[in-house]
C-alpha cells in the first residue's frame, strides 16, 4: 500500500501566488521527511527536508509544515515563479532503511 | 563535475530480450540505488546496494538484477522475465545508507521502452 499519500495530483497557481502540496503517512517509525523537484526529463534534486522534532522548516521561499500528531506534512512555496515549474514529490523513511516517495504533484506557475 | 551519469537516455527492448542500463558516480559514494518511475506512481526502489559485492532487493526486485563489482559502478539488468519493463529508471547514490544525514542524489534516468 502507498507508505505515503500526496495531494493534490497537479496544482495550477499564479505568479506571485502560494502554491500548497501536501502529504499524510502512517508509519510512526518515519523520523526524515524530505521533499523533491523534479524538471521533465531529469533526475529529482532534493528541494528541502525536515526531521520530526520540529515544526517548520524553511529555505528562502519554501517551508515545510510538519504535523507530528496529524502525521501531516506540507510543502508551501511563496511568491511562486513559473521557473518553479516542475513535479515535487514528498518522502519519509526511517533512518537508514528504504526511502517511500508520494506520488507527486504536478506544479503549473501562470505568468 | 561530480554527478551521476546514466546511459543510454533512451533504450528499445524487444521481446524476450535482456538489456543494462549503466550507471557511473564519481561522487565516493558508497550507497547506490535503483529507482523505477511510472505516471501516477512516484518512485519504487528496486534494489540497493550499501558496498562493493553487497545489494539488496527493494519493493520491486522481480524480473531485474544488479552487481556492484566497482564501487563507482551499479549497472541495472531488465530481463525478459520483466513483463512491464516500460518506464523511466533511475539511479542514485549516497555517501551512505543512512540517507537523513546524507541526501540522495539522482541521475538523470533511462527511459525504457518495448519494441
Known amino acids: 500500500q502507498q507508505q505515503v499519500k500526496q495531494s493534490p495530483q497537479s496544482l495550477i497557481v499564479q505568479k506571485g501566488g502560494i502554491s500548497i502540496i501536501n502529504c499524510a503517512y502512517e508509519n510512526t517509525a518515519f523520523d526524515y521527511f524530505p521533499w523533491y523537484q523534479q524538471f521533465p526529463g531529469k533526475g529529482p534534486a532534493l528541494l528541502i527536508a525536515?526531521?520530526?522534532?520540529?515544526s517548520e522548516k524553511k529555505e528562502g521561499r519554501f517551508t515545510i509544515s510538519f504535523n507530528k500528531s496529524a502525521k501531516q506534512f506540507s510543502l508551501h512555496i511563496m511568491d511562486s515563479q513559473p521557473g518553479d515549474s516542475a513535479t515535487y514529490f514528498c518522502a519519509a523513511s526511517k533512518r537508514a532503511n528504504n526511502l517511500f516517495f508520494g506520488t507527486g504533484t504536478r506544479l503549473t506557475v501562470i505568468p | 563535475d561530480g554527478g551521476i551519469t546514466q546511459s543510454p537516455k533512451y533504450l528499445f527492448r524487444k521481446e524476450g530480450q535482456n538489456v543494462t542500463l549503466s550507471c557511473e558516480q564519481n561522487?565516493?559514494?558508497?550507497?547506490m540505488y535503483w529507482y523505477r518511475q511510472d505516471p501516477g506512481q512516484g518512485l519504487r526502489l528496486i534494489y540497493y546496494s550499501q558496498i562493493v559485492n553487497d545489494f539488496q532487493k527493494g519493493d520491486i526486485a522481480e524480473g531485474y538484477s544488479v552487481s556492484r563489482e566497482k564501487k563507482e559502478s551499479f549497472p541495472l539488468t531488465v530481463t525478459s522475465a520483466q513483463k512491464n519493463p516500460t518506464a523511466f529508471y533511475l539511479c542514485a547514490s549516497s555517501r551512505t545508507v543512512d540517507y537523513s544525514n546524507q541526501p540522495q542524489h539522482f541521475g538523470d534516468g533511462t527511459r525504457l521502452s518495448i519494441l
Open positions: 561522487l565516493n559514494h558508497d550507497a
Open positions: 525536515i526531521r520530526p522534532d520540529v
